[in-house]
């Protein structure tokens, strides 16, 4: 099972909009809406964001959402803050394995 | 408050066998999965496998054949053993709370994770 690919780097200015992809297979992101985002910090462990897609857990601020059209998952934050800037995960759940992607390093400018 | 606590040696030889263990507090583990996930320093996060209450497992494919996970309710622990490691196992290792199921609706996403714990293969 291959890592789902996502860009090594994005950024953006504070208040500006960025989104961070995650391309899959049939087999993966696209034969299940079960694609989930972390967020992690260095030296912290990886907080969920966004779960089944789309939906954000109790607690995680509105900036975050996610989307999937056929094999790529996105990730969406807006209005950008400092606090932003951190290392983003995609995962993509199947019946037999969970796959994650490589990792997006995003730099608040 | 849910918490995970991952326990276990910090160093394991090369050819042995690292084992860890993970206490679930603040809820019961009987209702949900549980997975393990590692990462190497300055690498991305590999998920290892999920072990469900009744006692059934999915691994990784490419970890598989090294691969054991468990489960004590009594203790409210999920444990990990992955044998003949080598220096390439070195990683956090984390343990986190998987697919939760609630009224007939099931939830994907690993809400839940321990702070880690390091290991070394040396």
């Known amino acids: 099972q291959s890592a789902l690919t996502q860009p090594a780097s994005v950024s953006g200015s504070p208040g500006q909009s960025i989104t961070i992809s995650c391309t899959g297979t049939s087999s993966d992101v696209g034969g299940y809406n079960y694609v989930s985002w972390y967020q992690q910090h260095p030296g912290k462990a990886p907080k969920l964001v966004i779960f089944?897609?789309?939906n954000r857990p109790s607690g995680v601020s509105n900036r975050f959402s996610g989307s999937k059209s056929g094999n790529t998952a996105s990730l969406t934050i807006s209005g950008l803050q400092a606090e932003d800037e951190a290392d983003y995960y995609c995962?993509?759940?199947?019946?037999?394995?969970?796959?994650f992607g490589g990792g997006t390093k995003l730099t608040v400018l | 408050q849910v918490q995970l606590q991952e326990s276990g040696p910090g160093l394991v030889k090369p050819s042995e066998t690292l084992s860890l263990t993970c206490t679930v507090s603040g809820a019961s583990i009987n209702n949900y999965f549980w997975s393990w996930i590692r990462q190497p320093a300055g690498k991305g996060l590999e998920w290892i496998g999920r072990i469900y209450i009744s006692g059934g497992t999915n691994y990784s494919p490419s970890l598989k054949s090294r691969v054991t996970m468990s489960v004590d309710t009594s203790r409210n622990q999920f444990s990990l053993r992955l044998t003949s490691v080598i220096a390439a196992d070195t990683a956090v290792y984390y343990c986190?709370?998987?697919?939760?199921?609630?009224?007939?609706?099931?939830?994907?996403?690993?809400?839940?994770w321990g702070q880690g714990t390091m290991v070394t293969v040396s």
């Open positions: 986190a709370r998987d697919v939760r199921c609630d009224s007939g609706n099931c939830y994907y996403g690993l809400d839940i």
């Open positions: 995962c993509s759940y199947t019946t037999t394995t969970t796959v």
């Open positions: 089944d897609v789309s």
